[in-house]
């Protein structure tokens, strides 16, 4: 139980363009995602929190412009990369947390590579 | 600032020994610390959680242990097999939120 799928696995994209990113909970609801950027050999900068059907809070120095969250329903968000450059390619990873308490563990989805040319 | 640190090198061990992954943190005091696995290119899999107010934590041949004192968490792997290596991370809980910060992770190699 408590699987979450994130597609495309792998994008390559031109300069320029958007890419969206999908993170669906496959077998529960999902009332908080998060969104996560990782960089070869470091750990996991959170990105933002995306609560269903309220707008996503973002981590200081992340522009809220550039990545756009959407979190329409209880088992899909949506991680937007707008305008992108080289400097966004990255590993970006989306998890979820089944149940509102704090210690929940996170389910995370298998992460999407995202190369900007 | 809050800081996380996990053994930043690679720790190689010998099949069937144990292995002792370390997490010590600063300017925090976190109420849940999680365990998670990571394999190469792909996202983290949960494996254990331990309270602020719990000394020690096993599931399977995995145990944790968390000492808010010294502001520290180990993992063991007894019993180690090839099939073990990974990179783990350890996340600590931000008080009032559902939000974990990650330490960068140990890379765990179990040599056969």
């Known amino acids: 139980g408590a699987v979450v799928s994130q597609h495309p696995s792998r994008v390559i994209c031109k300069s320029g363009t958007s890419v969206k990113i999908e993170c669906r909970s496959l077998d529960f609801q999902a009332t908080t995602m998060f969104w996560y950027r990782q960089f070869p050999k470091q750990s996991l900068m959170l990105m933002a929190t995306s609560n269903e059907g309220s707008k996503a809070t973002y981590e200081q120095g992340v522009e809220k412009d550039k990545f756009l969250i959407n979190h329409a329903s209880l088992t899909l968000s949506t991680l937007t990369v707008t305008s992108a450059h080289p400097e966004d390619s990255s590993f970006y990873i989306c998890?979820?947390?089944?149940?509102?308490?704090?210690?929940?563990?996170?389910?995370f989805g298998n992460g999407t590579r995202l190369t900007v040319t | 600032s809050q800081k996380i640190e996990q053994n930043s090198e690679a720790l190689n061990i010998q099949e069937g020994k144990t292995a002792t992954l370390t997490c010590n943190y600063t300017n925090y005091s976190p109420a849940y610390l999680q365990w998670y696995r990571q394999d190469p290119g792909r996202g983290p899999v949960f494996l254990l959680l331990i309270r602020e107010n719990e000394k020690e934590k096993r599931k399977e041949r995995l145990k944790v242990t968390f000492d808010t004192t010294l502001k520290q968490s180990l993992f063991h792997i007894t019993a180690s097999q090839p099939a073990d290596s990974a990179t783990y991370l350890c996340?600590?809980?931000?008080?009032?939120?559902?939000?974990?910060?990650f330490g960068t992770g140990t890379r765990l190699k179990v040599l056969a």
């Open positions: 998890s979820a947390i089944s149940r509102g308490a704090y210690n929940s563990p996170l389910h």
């Open positions: 996340a600590l809980s931000i008080s009032g939120t559902y939000k974990y910060i």
